[in-house]
């Protein structure tokens, strides 16, 4: 790995942002793209990195994108049309190369997805422990409170807050959950349930919880919105102490993700994809440096032999013939 991929890498999984770190896992020459090149592809589809040439980066880039958005792992194999033909193998995505080389390429594509993301609205016991629980998972921990006695959170962000949310990330992959326990139960759970959280639980009995519900009801909040409120937060251990508690909420939170309960993957921005129409590879609209038009057509091209063969026979590349 180049010394700027390893620095931007560890940059970005510093700042909890998405990327998806390509690697040439496998060459056949010729061709440009080297075993263990590696690039990090950002969800706008930026690159920064060495993989491969021109025929390559626009179908590793729609790919990974596609990688990011569904949260899975990919292998691409990129070669000749005739090699593609021989035989498919499971689970690795198929790209016909057929830009006047007959190298060949295998890039696996790791999407770098953040961490799953607490947010915890109090500054109750159980509001501490969780959050430290979560971090002990490697996730991400947040306590907001409001401005109580200052306490240890062991490394956890403290935010004190009028309950602004905005500025905390909360996204599809965020468990957001409300143990106020009784202190501003209504607005802290108003506030959860007005970002796009994944998950919003609230720490409460189930007669506080109910009256809590119905008092948003009363303020005019739908009710698709209040149905995303589990409450009471926490698988049922029964009479338990506040730190058990926590564990009880953390065993809910584990369970909602492993069920597929929060957003797997990242809103991506696809870029504009055209096929050249002499070898079928992807090319990027707003980046292509061989385009022509034809009878009132633009037609991109992903190298210039590709665009000096349809220039010769248009027809016969449209057709077929």
Not at 71 to 94: D, I, K, N, W
């Amino acid at each position: 790995m180049r010394s700027d991929v390893l620095q931007l890498t560890a940059e970005l999984l510093g700042r909890a942002e998405p990327f998806v770190l390509a690697t040439v896992v496998w060459r056949r020459g010729p061709s440009s793209g080297k075993l263990g090149s590696q690039v990090v592809i950002r969800p706008d589809g930026r690159v920064q990195g060495w993989l491969g040439g021109a025929c390559a980066e626009p179908t590793v880039v729609r790919e990974a994108l596609e990688a990011l958005a569904d949260g899975q792992p990919r292998l691409m194999f990129l070669g000749p049309v005739a090699e593609l033909a021989s035989g498919h193998r499971e689970g690795v995505t198929l790209v016909p190369m057929a830009c006047e080389s007959e190298g060949a390429l295998e890039v696996y594509l790791e999407p770098m997805l953040p961490k799953p993301h607490v947010v915890v609205i109090g500054r109750s016991p159980a509001a501490d422990t969780l959050a430290r629980l979560a971090q002990g998972l490697g996730w991400r921990a947040t306590v907001v409170d409001d401005g109580g006695e200052s306490r240890d959170h062991s490394g956890v962000d403290r935010v004190v807050t009028d309950l602004d949310l905005s500025d905390l990330g909360i996204d599809g992959r965020t468990f957001v959950v409300v143990a106020t326990q009784g202190h501003y139960d209504e607005d802290a759970l108003q506030a959860a349930l007005n970002t796009p959280a994944g998950y919003v639980g609230l720490v409460a009995s189930r007669k506080r919880a109910d009256g809590v519900i119905e008092y948003l009801r009363g303020k005019g909040l739908e009710e698709d919105t209040l149905t995303r409120v589990r409450a009471p937060a926490g698988l049922d251990l029964g009479r338990v102490d506040h730190d058990e508690m926590a564990v009880a909420i953390l065993a809910e939170l584990v369970a909602v993700k492993a069920k597929g309960g929060l957003a797997r993957g990242i809103e991506v921005h696809m870029p504009e994809i055209a096929k050249d129409p002499v070898c079928g590879m992807d090319v990027d609209v707003h980046t292509a440096k061989y385009l022509t038009d034809y009878e009132g057509q633009t037609y991109y091209f992903c190298a210039a032999g590709c665009l000096r063969a349809f220039e010769a026979d248009p027809e016969g590349f449209l057709t077929g013939t």
